[in-house]
């Protein structure tokens, strides 16, 4: 069955660390997110792309980066991580940006602490 | 910026009761959509109502869409323990979601 998996479920990180966080996906989708769920914030988005080749900031990148060189992963770097980024992290893909209606699909997240 | 806020915070009920969650947005949208998200999972996606929707079902679920006063509400009928969870409602517009804070559902036994 097509799916979406992170990696790792769990991490334990220290400031000023690059830590990377990987999300794949075997369902051929274009669209391509990434979310982080705070206590008392919800869902805010960080980064997403389109396609190969694609990539937008969100609601909440500073400190985020993402590159997209195929169509099924879009890892997010911390570039030098800071405790403020202690959180959890969703990857989600959608199948088309043409297509009106589209619904996510979620992977299980990523805990990551910084330390 | 939060598009959907979602009220109440938190919702106890007695198993077999509904269960009502309300959600109001600010801005036009393209579609609304609700997921549930289980304790340590990711969001699944539950239903989506267009914007020239006023109600859609499906299976338990019941949403309705008031585009004159920016909300929507999702109804859970017959609520069972397996329910408790958390329940976010989503704006779509242009191809992005944008997320409330979410809603707690507890269903008692």
């Known amino acids: 069955d097509a799916e979406i998996t992170q990696s790792p479920r769990h991490k334990i990180t220290e400031t000023g660390r690059q830590v990377t966080l990987a999300c794949h996906q075997t369902?051929?989708?274009?669209?391509m997110f990434w979310y982080r769920q705070d206590l008392g914030h919800g869902l805010r988005l960080i980064h997403y792309?389109?396609?190969?080749?694609?990539?937008n900031k969100g609601e909440v990148s500073d400190g985020y980066s993402v590159s997209r060189s195929n169509t099924e992963d879009l890892p997010l770097t911390l570039e030098s991580a800071a405790s403020s980024q202690t959180s959890v992290y969703f990857c989600?893909?959608?199948?088309?940006?043409?297509?009106?209606?589209?619904?996510?699909?979620f992977g299980s997240g990523t805990q990551l602490s910084v330390l | 910026s939060q598009q959907g806020e979602e009220d109440p915070q938190a919702l106890s009920i007695q198993e077999g009761e509904n269960a009502t969650m309300n959600c109001s947005y600010k801005t036009s949208i393209n579609n609304l959509q609700w997921y549930r998200q289980n304790s340590g999972r990711g969001l699944v996606h539950l239903i989506l109502i267009r914007s020239n929707e006023r109600e859609k079902h499906s299976g338990r679920l019941r949403v309705t869409l008031d585009t004159s006063k920016k909300s929507s509400s999702l109804l859970i009928t017959a609520s069972r323990a397996a329910d408790t969870a958390s329940y976010f409602c989503?704006?779509?517009?242009?191809?992005?979601?944008?997320f409330g804070k979410g809603i707690t559902l507890s269903v008692r036994p």
């Open positions: 792309s389109y396609g190969v080749h694609d990539t």
């Open positions: 989503a704006t779509d517009k242009r191809n992005k979601l944008t």
């Open positions: 989600a893909s959608s199948e088309s940006l043409t297509g009106s209606d589209e619904k996510l699909f």
């Open positions: 369902w051929n989708h274009n669209n």
